[in-house]
């Protein structure tokens, strides 16, 4: 039969075995007939002889997709017919002797495979093999092998056999197994098995073969695929087979030799890989706590250095704003950066603070028309008109926080507090420098954390709150505030949580923290809120208050004060109850409140913030939910600290509970503190009771869910 394979494909198969054992021997070489031989045997050259079964294969196809390599002659009678036993049909034993090595590739569902068949030197076996390419990779240059061995006597007198003739049979090998037979192949998968089919003529009937994989892919590839190769490369090369055969299996265990001990240095490399990567683990480990012991070092030195009695507070933020922070170590650490902020917006809102004057306050001029024609010529894209448009809802009770801090990327505190200032005209009421006003409100939102609840996003959603109140609620005209009244609500609400560490003032208490023990466990977060704020305004860069009279600066700082520290939840009861003293005296000689005097003001600013700080209970359902998801989340990260250091989790602040305390939780707050809050608030300001309705709107939604989830 004549087959065809290229030096080169033969070289290649050759080279890609690595790790096989070196065999004892090597079989000898097998006879080949070229592409060259065939075509010169039809123009009546050849004096090659060849069998009839192995003349068979004669159509073409790509030899880049497919091997056909003729294989080794035995001599043609059998050797190992036991006395007494029936010898081999002639058929089968000239076939075994005859059939030449068959190679080719296919494609299976995508996938590329190499089939073979061949035959032992001998002639007493018959070997079917497969190669899945698939499998192949760096560690597995072999992939995955298959094979399936039967001896002359098995094919005998296996039952497919009985009605078949054998050259029938070998001629069904060569049309299936040929280098360009385009005949199609019933091959697929059973499991961990391939199971190929030979056709065996026109009934129908054929020859199952079930090929197992092979536990040492190296050798069996060596012996099916790579080692005929490299006889039909030899014989091509040395014509004179004899002189070269001692050579080439000299070469051919040399070749073995060599994959064999490529294969275990591969080995060795892997085992001294396995020992070197925990040492490299270990030393990421070191790496990582060395980069933290000297964040640690660098913190604890500007400490010492504050504690010792330098006056300006240790730059702990190297990126943000120079600060004094001491926070459990529990508290994530994050560096601040500063959010660019929209000067096309800022111009916009700072001319229409100018021109839009609702509440009646002095108007001044301002020459930044010129300005903001000029930054709206070199303006990137249209984001300062959604800004512009979405501060002009201020004034409504269901503003959307969070669409204004989406289309701020994050700078949703800054543009509130900058808008709100020249909306009521205070940066010029109180000469404030434009400049410091921007650092100060950069520093303001780079001071919070990025906690899931008490965050700048926050802040900026109850200082839009306390403006409601302020202004369109009525409190200013009802209370007759004055601008330091009203600068120090806005700048309160702003600071009201700067730097909170998002866990609470108990926790802090629980454990020693030094913030409880520098605040002595009463009001600790919100005395640190305040100090830290008023510490980084002693910065001239920062120092907002600067232009004003010290009388006016000594008022807002405690307006401020004691706005801030009535947002701790401990003094609630407290506080709650002089308003409603205040709002029903309980003696009938005793006066109603005029709120003319400073502290009734105070206390009703403080009751405005109060409100504000929790007002998300109020505000619409679609911004009510997210607000309640992000408090729980909040308080389930200190649920989980708490658990770790064996403390008690705090009430609806163990995640392991969602389920049952979920829901109730935020029915019983609602109840029994935002409920009669806003409810003696809507006496003050009458205009707060569409909030106080909408409240209990979201407190009934919840217990029609809870009824709903139990029927």
Not at 90 to 98: H, N, Q, Y
Not at 116 to 131: E, K, P, Q, V, Y
Not at 254 to 260: A, D, F, G
Not at 336 to 348: G, L, R, S, Y
Request: proline share 6%; net charge neutral; glycine share 6%.
């Amino acid at each position: 039969m004549g087959g065809v394979c290229s030096k080169k494909t033969a070289v290649v198969s050759a080279t890609s075995v690595e790790g096989s054992a070196p065999p004892s021997n090597s079989a000898p070489p097998h006879n080949f007939v070229t592409q060259d031989d065939k075509n010169n045997r039809h123009n009546g050259k050849s004096d090659t002889k060849v069998t009839k079964v192995s003349e068979s294969n004669t159509t073409s196809a790509t030899p880049n997709h497919t091997v056909h390599v003729p294989g080794s002659t035995g001599s043609g009678q059998s050797k190992h017919t036991a006395p007494g036993e029936d010898p081999l049909p002639a058929p089968l034993e000239e076939g075994l002797s005859t059939l030449p090595i068959l190679i080719r590739r296919l494609q299976l569902r995508g996938k590329t495979v190499t089939i073979c068949c061949i035959t032992s030197a001998d002639a007493t076996n018959l070997t079917f093999g497969l190669r899945d390419d698939s499998t192949r990779d760096h560690n597995n240059r072999e992939g995955s092998v298959y094979s399936k061995e039967y001896a002359s006597r098995e094919l005998a007198t296996h039952r497919e056999f009985k009605n078949v003739r054998w050259s029938t049979f070998f001629s069904a090998l060569n049309t299936v197994f040929g280098a360009f037979s385009t005949a199609s192949v019933s091959l697929k998968r059973n499991g961990p098995d391939f199971i190929l089919v030979i056709p065996l003529g026109e009934r129908g009937a054929g020859f199952t073969i079930a090929m197992q994989k092979s536990n040492e892919p190296q050798k069996q590839f060596a012996r099916l695929f790579l080692d005929p190769l490299m006889s039909f490369y030899t014989s091509t090369r040395h014509p004179d087979k004899a002189a070269e055969e001692a050579i080439f299996c000299k070469q051919t265990q040399q070749c073995h030799q060599l994959m064999y001990n490529i294969g275990n240095t591969r080995e060795e490399i892997k085992k001294v890989e396995a020992s070197i990567q925990p040492l490299q683990n270990e030393m990421q480990q070191w790496q990582k706590r060395l980069q933290e012991a000297t964040v640690n070092v660098t913190q604890l030195s500007s400490d010492i250095s504050f504690l010792a009695g330098g006056c300006q507070p240790p730059d702990l933020y190297p990126t943000g704003p120079h600060r004094f922070s001491l926070h459990v170590p529990y508290a994530k650490r994050y560096d601040p950066t500063v959010i660019p902020p929209n000067k096309v917006a800022m111009a916009q809102l700072r001319l229409q603070g100018a021109k839009d004057n609702k509440l009646g306050l002095c108007i001044p001029t301002e020459p930044i028309e010129g300005e903001l024609r000029a930054l709206l010529e070199h303006a990137p894209d249209s984001t300062h008109s959604r800004l512009v448009h979405c501060m002009n809802e201020i004034d409504k009770w269901d503003f959307d926080i969070f669409a204004l801090n989406r289309d701020t990327n994050g700078g949703c505190l800054f543009i509130t507090l900058y808008t709100l200032i020249h909306k009521y005209q205070l940066i010029h009421h109180f000469n404030l420098d434009e400049q410091i006003l921007v650092n100060t409100l950069q520093a303001i939102e780079m001071g919070y954390h990025p906690n899931p609840y008490h965050n700048a996003v926050h802040a900026a959603d109850v200082l839009q709150a306390v403006h409601y109140m302020l202004g369109p609620g009525g409190m200013i005209k009802r209370l007759n505030l004055s601008n330091e009244d009203i600068l120090a609500s806005l700048f309160s609400a702003a600071i009201h949580d700067f730097d909170h560490p998002g866990f609470n003032n108990m926790f802090h208490v629980q454990t020693h923290s030094y913030l409880a023990t520098l605040y002595n466990d009463r009001a600790v977060l919100e005395n640190h809120h305040c100090a830290s704020v008023f510490s980084l305004m002693q910065q001239k860069q920062y120092n907002l208050f600067e232009p004003l009279s010290e009388e006016m600066r000594k008022d807002i700082r405690d307006t401020v004060v004691e706005m801030v520290i009535s947002t701790d939840m401990g003094q609630h009861g407290v506080i709650f109850e002089n308003f409603k003293r205040k709002l029903h005296p309980q003696h009938h000689d005793e006066p109603a409140c005029d709120w003319t005097k400073r502290d009734d003001v105070r206390l009703a600013l403080s009751i405005a913030i109060k409100m504000a700080d929790i007002s998300n209970c109020a505000r619409p359902k679609k911004l009510y939910r997210q607000w309640a998801e992000r408090v729980s989340n909040e308080f389930y990260n200190q649920g989980d600290v708490e658990r770790k250091l064996n403390l008690k989790v705090s009430p609806f602040m163990d995640r392991n509970k969602h389920q049952s305390d979920y829901i109730p939780g935020q029915i019983n707050f609602m109840n029994f503190i935002v409920i009669p809050l806003f409810e003696a608030g809507a006496c003050l300001l009458p205009t707060l009771q569409s909030a106080a309705d909408q409240i209990v709107a979201n407190r009934d939604e919840w217990s029609a869910e809870i009824a709903s989830s139990t029927t």
